[in-house]
């Protein structure tokens, strides 16, 4: 099969979509990953999101993929294992394209307590490393450094009593919305059929009626098991899951307000020992500023936006590491995402991050919980039991070696380092496929993303409209200001 995701298969698809063994509903990094393991398990599936991909959380997070590092601290040394054996599968086979080892500074400024626990929690991420077989190579150990490195990684630091930092290493992706619809493209590859705009009610355990928003049309269509993967709205798909959310805010800035950092200056939250706020630095020459962890009870949005308190909160933590102070008309942009918690009593910086497969009355199976990192292990899990409640015959799971689409593929030599950043080896098919005028130029200046992966979210990618493109395919659109620059090209290319 193709892995090329556009306007014309999506209709084509609709229109000729029978019954499956498994529907998906959400396409968000969870429903992606589990189409993913039913389609290489052999099994007919169909995934169908109300909007698009990556759409809601899966698109808001820190773009880090943790080795469970912060879990130990809290004794979840379960959680934490997981966690640094999905990194390694993804840093090592699935996706090292998408990945890379980001230093995580923390600076030793008079005011950082509990500089003895820090350390011996980067020795347990140490071992965590280790226990997952994950080479020292590819993520280095923790190490001890002086000032001058210190502010070599992270420029803005206040050198103002700075006695070296620690430094440990994570996985960093170039971008969360990237790894989602990476992965849809090869489930897509295997034979899963996969639908934007169109939305799943009236959902039983072996149904849903499925409406086309683009066209107001329905249909039914009838599934051995159907699976709700949406995330912080999986209580609307089935009304007996009881979630928790909590509201995680990032703030956008200018990488040169923090002097251009090779690492991630991390600052411990006064009165903790598992949280800090990150500086994060990010593709298109920006750094993003996180993260909170704040209930969030009441409706669910579409886009959580961040609060007045969280803004705060994040400006005064990462101004105690500084140089200069960060001001209000620093921020460049700010976003928010909600983590699906399962309900239980206590703060939500200390609820679970396990996941769970649940089966409704209704005979839904809904996966939720969990974090960006486990995906994998989420869907796995979700199509185990959909196999085991309702007989489906299908191979064992196979993901923990099927890489994703850019993992290989042609050379990239001569092509920018931006687009293999953000395509691996699949570079050069997105240039080889262009036919849009001057396909190696920037889509706006100062904007690092070429005319051809405009062109490519389109015929490729999925991407339906100008703000897919903007705001999943890319991620110009964290910008306000860089969203409108780029618009007038980008509607260009898509003929809209």
């Known amino acids: 099969m193709t892995a090329a995701l556009n306007g014309g298969r999506r209709r084509a698809e609709l229109e000729t979509l029978t019954d499956v063994d498994v529907l ?62 999905e990194r390694h599968i993804l840093m090592t086979r699935t996706a090292p394209h998408l990945i890379r080892a980001l230093p995580q500074v923390v600076p030793l400024l008079p005011g950082v307590e509990h500089r003895g626990l820090i350390r011996a929690g980067f020795l347990a991420g140490d071992a965590l490393r280790a226990t997952a077989r994950t080479p020292a190579s590819l993520l280095p150990r ?37 790894l989602v619809v990476t992965i849809a493209r090869t489930a897509a590859e295997h034979g899963a059929i996969v639908l934007t705009r169109v939305k799943a009610s009236d959902v039983t355990g072996t149904s849903a ?172 899990d979700a199509i185990d039991a959909a196999i085991r409640l309702r007989g489906l015959v299908a191979t064992p799971c196979r993901t923990r070696d099927v890489p994703l689409i850019g993992a290989g593929g042609a050379s990239t030599q001569g092509l920018p380092a931006s687009l293999v950043a953000r395509h691996g080896r699949a570079a050069r098919a997105v240039i080889d496929a262009a036919t849009v005028e001057r396909p190696l130029d920037d889509i706006a200046e100062g904007i690092d993303v070429t005319r051809a992966e ?17 705001h999943r395919r890319t991620r110009i659109g964290l910008v306000a200001a860089d969203a409108d620059r780029a618009r007038a090209a980008v509607a260009a290319i898509l003929g809209s």
């Not at 909007?51 to 469970?68: E, Y």
């Not at 949005?301 to 590491?321: G, M, S, V």
């Not at 008309?329 to 206590?346: H, K, T």
């Not at 990618?461 to 493109?469: F, I, K, S, Y």
Request: zero cysteines.
């Open 142 to 178: 923790s190490r001890r450094v002086d000032a001058a490195a210190t502010r070599a990684l992270t420029p803005a630091v206040s050198a103002s009593g700075l006695d070296g930092g620690l430094v440990a290493h994570d996985g960093q992706l170039v971008d969360d919305a990237r």
């Open 209 to 380: 009626t499925l409406t086309d928003t683009l066209t107001g049309e329905s249909r039914a269509i009838r599934a051995k098991a159907v699976v709700n993967a949406t995330g912080v709205w999986a209580g609307e798909v089935d009304h007996s899951i009881r979630l928790r959310p909590s509201r995680g805010t990032h703030l956008v800035f200018d990488a040169a307000t923090f002097g251009h950092p090779r690492g991630a200056l991390t600052v411990p939250v006064p009165g903790s020992i598992s949280r800090f706020v990150f500086a994060l630095p990010q593709q298109l020459g920006r750094v993003i500023l996180g993260l909170t962890d704040e209930d969030a009870p009441g409706p669910i949005p579409d886009e959580p936006k961040p609060t007045e308190k969280e803004i705060d909160f994040l400006l005064a933590t990462i101004n105690t590491a500084l140089d200069r102070e960060l001001t209000r008309d620093d921020i460049r942009g700010a976003f928010a995402g909600l983590r699906p918690l399962i309900e239980s009593d206590g703060n939500t910086a200390d609820l679970s991050r396990r996941h769970a497969v649940l089966e409704s009355p209704q005979g839904v199976i809904t996966v939720v919980g969990g974090k960006l990192t486990t995906y994998r292990r989420m869907a796995q």
């Open 454 to 470: 405009v062109e490519f979210a389109a015929t490729h990618e999925g991407a339906l409209d100008v703000d897919d493109v903007l």
């Open 24 to 85: 998906v509903i959400g396409g968000g990094i969870t429903g992606v990953g589990t189409a993913l393991d039913a389609a290489t398990r052999g099994l007919r599936v169909a995934l169908v999101e109300a909007h698009d991909l990556a759409f809601g959380t899966s698109r808001w997070s820190s773009k880090l993929v943790h080795g469970g590092l912060r879990y130990l601290a809290s004794g979840r040394v379960g959680v934490a294992r997981e966690s640094a054996v």
